[in-house]
């Protein structure tokens, strides 16, 4: 087994390129993807175990809190967290903490990836995608420094009242939402969409993408579609999408992702 662990999730990749970038400035790291169920749970051994994860309506997205209770962390091990948001990081840092007792942990602010909701422009503080990723490099190099001196926070992250009422009601919000994906004839039928969906919830048929209704808002469908076909209502027509320019759709499907 690797030296380091870091779980991941990640919609648009920004996660994910957080994760590569602590994973490089460690070393011998395996990045195991929980947008499925992880390949991965049995991490005793490593003597680093991480989460990178984004906050998604208030709170953790898909079946991470479920996936994060699988995992085997070893007695010794240095355990932290990094949360990627537009704004607040939500109650996702206090439910990992509650799980496996960070040591340390971080909030990255980086592009706004929830299309319906907002502009990408919209994050808190506005900053354009370019000066967005600069801040998020910088920002995960201090994460890796502090790691690697195996700093650890006093206190535990925060969990608002408001968070905790804005997750609360994400689930039904999420179903209204999932109701409102469709795909244009700009379709090429790739499949693309089908094979990125964690959750099973795109089927091809006569060569068009249908949507069911498990959608946890990853988003990465429409995010990532190379004709922009998809949309979620018609707040997204106009929106331009936003991906990571450092993580590939194929990289988002992976299982464990090992950098030396
Ligand atoms: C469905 C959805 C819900 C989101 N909810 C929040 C939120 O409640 N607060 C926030 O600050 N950012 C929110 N975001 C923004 C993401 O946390 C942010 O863009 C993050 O960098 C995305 O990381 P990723 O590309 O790895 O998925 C949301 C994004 C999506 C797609
Ligand atoms: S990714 Fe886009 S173009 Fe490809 S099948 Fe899905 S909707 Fe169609
Ligand atoms: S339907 Fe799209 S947004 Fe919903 S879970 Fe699947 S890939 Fe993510």
């Avoid at 662990?5 to 590569?20: M, R």
């Avoid at 699988?70 to 091990?77: F, L, N, Q, S, Y």
């Avoid at 039928?189 to 048929?205: D, F």
Wanted: glycine residues 10%.
């Amino acid at each position: 087994m690797s030296k380091n662990v870091i779980f991941c999730f990640s919609g648009t990749g920004n996660c994910l390129d957080i994760a590569k970038n602590i994973a490089k400035g460690l070393g011998d790291t395996d990045i195991v993807m929980m947008r499925k169920a992880p390949e991965l749970t049995n991490v005793v051994k490593a003597e680093r175990v991480g989460f990178v994860f984004p906050c998604c309506g208030g709170g953790l997205p898909g079946k991470v809190e479920e996936y994060v209770r699988r995992v085997a962390v070893g007695p010794d091990a240095y355990k932290f967290a990094v949360c990627s948001c537009a704004g607040y990081p939500g109650l996702g840092l206090s439910i990992i903490d509650g799980i496996v007792d960070l040591d340390y942990w971080s909030v990255i602010s980086h592009q706004s990836s929830c299309i319906w909701l907002m502009p990408h422009s919209m994050m808190v503080p506005p900053l354009p995608a370019d000066k967005a990723q600069k801040r998020s490099e910088t920002l995960t190099a201090r994460v890796v420094s502090d790691v690697l001196a195996g700093k650890k926070l006093s206190g535990k992250p925060s969990a608002p009242a408001f968070n905790k009422m804005e997750a609360a009601l994400w689930p039904q919000l999420s179903v209204k939402k999932a109701a409102k994906l469709t795909a244009t004839d700009a379709c090429v039928g790739c499949g693309q969409c089908v094979e990125l969906c964690p959750r099973g919830n795109i089927k091809l048929e006569n060569g068009k993408p249908v949507f069911g209704g498990d959608c946890v808002q990853c988003l990465s469908c429409l995010q990532f579609c190379p004709s922009e076909a998809i949309h979620m209502g018609g707040a997204t027509l106009k929106r331009e999408r936003y991906r990571n320019p450092n993580v590939s759709a194929a990289e988002l499907m992976a299982k464990v992702i090992h950098i030396d």
